[in-house]
């Protein structure tokens, strides 16, 4: 058991190293083996699924991120990384519904507000957008591009309001 | 009374749009000395030609020579523009965002012939664009008159 247990951590470490230098395929290899010995290794589900991310392949990295959810419901980044996964697929709502949980979780990270303002603008949700975006400049005042969304969000809310109807999607 | 208010609620978020621009100019402006990130460029030079294309405050009355003034601001940003977007192709000449957000630039400096390459570029990267290029001017975002689009050009 002991055994199994630090080949599983010298597994580990060998996927992040290959994940640090972009070497996703490599990652995504040794951490099958890891979750072969340990399939019950919730974070090892997780990073393998940036790496599937990295190589956009959305949906098997949607696979890892539902099953570490389902091994470790507590997780908040793996709510996140799911949620960018949908967005990626341009299933904006889906991945509304898994920033909500990572913002349950991480109340108190920016960058979970951010990208949900995103999707909240792509689906032409402007006031959350803007909502959203207010939030991640509170929590993260020097970081510019929160700054920039709000004001394109801002910008789509008034073109919306001043023709009274929803206008076109953004391109952010 | 409501014409009153909604004017009053739409100078407020025109202030807060600028404002809002001019501080991720400037915090994108610090990130940018650490590491010369292209998206971080490309979103800078869009912070700049929004701000160009905003002008100045619609209750502002500016005499000739303020009115100069203000043409030259806008000049310098759209030119400050062009820099950052050219640079953010520089280093990653595949970014759509960045090759669009050129063609914007181009079609509010007349240069259309140019954005037309833009455009054609844009659609070599990503066939499946052209959703976002019957975006590329954004002008309806701020003014309803200049809401053109390149396909109808």
């Known amino acids: 058991m002991a055994h199994i247990e630090s080949v599983c951590m010298r597994l580990t470490q060998e996927g992040l190293r290959h994940q640090r230098l972009q070497e996703h395929r490599q990652a995504i290899s040794v ?11 919730a974070r090892n589900y997780t990073r393998r699924g940036l790496s599937y991310y990295a190589l956009q392949y ?18 908040g980044a793996t709510y996140m990384h799911s949620g960018i996964s949908y967005s990626n697929l341009t299933q904006h709502q889906r991945a509304i519904d898994a920033y909500n949980q990572a ?20 689906l032409l949700m402007h006031e959350e957008a803007v909502q959203d975006f207010t939030k991640s400049i509170e929590l993260e005042p020097d970081d510019g591009s929160g700054y920039y969304a709000r004001a394109v969000a801002t910008l789509h809310l008034m073109a919306a309001d001043r023709r009274g109807i929803i206008c076109e999607s953004p391109c952010v | 009374m409501i014409e009153n208010k909604n004017s009053f609620q739409e100078r407020a978020r025109r202030s807060r749009v600028v404002s809002d621009f001019k ?26 030609r929004y701000l160009a294309l905003l002008g100045q405050p619609e209750e502002c009355v500016p005499n ?10 806008e000049i310098a940003r759209l030119n400050q523009s062009v820099q950052d977007i050219e ?21 509010q400096s007349g240069r259309i012939a140019e954005a037309r390459v833009d455009i054609a570029r844009a659609l070599e990267i990503n066939p499946s664009s052209m959703y976002h290029v019957d975006q590329v001017d954004g002008f309806h975002l701020v003014t309803d008159e200049c809401s053109i689009s390149l396909c109808r050009i």
């Open chain 2, 64 to 73: 000739p020579q303020e009115q100069q003034e203000l043409l030259q601001e």
């Open chain 1, 58 to 75: 959305c949906h098997l990295a949607l696979l890892d991120y539902n099953r570490s959810i389902q091994l470790d419901p507590t997780n």
């Open chain 1, 103 to 122: 913002v349950r979780i991480n109340p108190h990270d920016a960058s979970i507000y951010y990208n949900r303002g995103n999707s909240h603008s792509l």
């Open chain 2, 23 to 48: 501080q991720a100019i400037t915090f994108l402006t610090e990130q940018l000395v650490q590491s010369r990130a292209p998206w971080k460029l490309r979103i800078r030079g869009c912070a700049y």
């Open chain 1, 31 to 41: 951490y099958s083996q890891a979750l072969r010995l340990d399939p019950l290794n």
């Open chain 2, 87 to 107: 640079e953010a192709l520089r280093l990653n000449p595949r970014d759509l965002y960045a090759v669009m957000e050129r063609a914007s630039v181009r079609v």
